[in-house]
C-alpha cells in the first residue's frame, strides 16, 4: 500500500479512527496492538499494546491481545465493512467455541472472538514450534463459524481495493 493502512481514509476519516469510533459504539474497549509509531496523534486516547514477539506477524499480537479476561475480540484496521453491530453480534454470540469466527474458503482470524486461557495456550504452542501463521492457529482450537455477510470482511490489501 506504501504506507500503513490504518492511515487510509474511508470518507474523511482514517480507517484506525473509524476502527476505534466503531469498537467504542460496539461498546468496546479499544487497543492498538503492534508497533504504532506511524499512528501517533491519530488516537491518542487509545492505549497500545506492543506485540507480545516482535517479527512473527499477528500471532505477536494476537498473544498481547489474549492475556486477561474471557475473551477478547480483534478484527483488522484495514477491515472497514465492519461495523458496531457486527461486533455485539460477535461479543453477544452463546458459544463454547475457543474462537467464534466467520468463514469464506478459509477462516478469516482476523475479525474474530477469541477464548483468552486456552488461545494464549496455543499460541504459545505455536510460537515454540516456530509456526506463526493464524490458520492454523485456528485449527488448534476448538472454532465455530460466526455467519457474517462475506462483503463485511473485504479488506484492503491492494491500492485498487481501496474505493
Do not use: N
Not at 503492534?34 to 501517533?40: D, F, I, K
Not at 491481545?65 to 465493512?81: F, K, R
Not at 461495523?83 to 460477535?90: K, N, S, T
Not at 482476523?110 to 510460537?127: F, N, Q, S, V, Y
Amino acid at each position: 500500500m506504501g504506507r500503513p493502512k490504518g492511515t487510509l481514509c474511508l470518507g474523511d476519516e482514517t480507517l484506525l479512527a473509524r476502527a476505534v469510533r466503531v469498537a467504542r459504539e460496539a461498546g468496546l474497549e479499544p487497543l492498538l496492538l503492534g508497533e504504532a509509531s506511524a499512528y501517533v496523534g491519530i488516537v491518542p486516547d487509545v492505549a497500545r499494546v506492543p506485540d507480545a514477539w516482535a517479527g512473527v506477524g499477528p500471532l505477536g499480537g494476537l498473544r498481547a491481545l489474549v492475556t486477561e479476561g474471557e475473551h477478547a475480540i480483534g478484527w483488522a484496521v484495514d477491515m472497514p465493512y465492519v461495523d458496531a453491530p457486527i461486533l455485539r453480534a460477535l461479543a453477544a454470540h452463546a458459544s463454547e467455541a475457543d474462537v467464534l469466527l466467520p468463514r469464506r474458503s478459509r477462516w478469516e482470524p482476523l475479525c474474530a472472538r477469541w477464548r483468552c486461557a486456552p488461545t494464549a495456550a496455543a499460541i504459545d504452542e505455536a510460537h515454540a514450534e516456530g509456526s506463526y501463521a493464524l490458520q492454523p492457529l485456528v485449527g488448534r482450537l476448538r472454532a465455530e463459524v460466526f455467519e457474517l455477510d462475506p462483503r463485511r470482511l473485504d479488506d484492503w490489501d491492494r491500492p485498487e481495493d481501496v474505493p
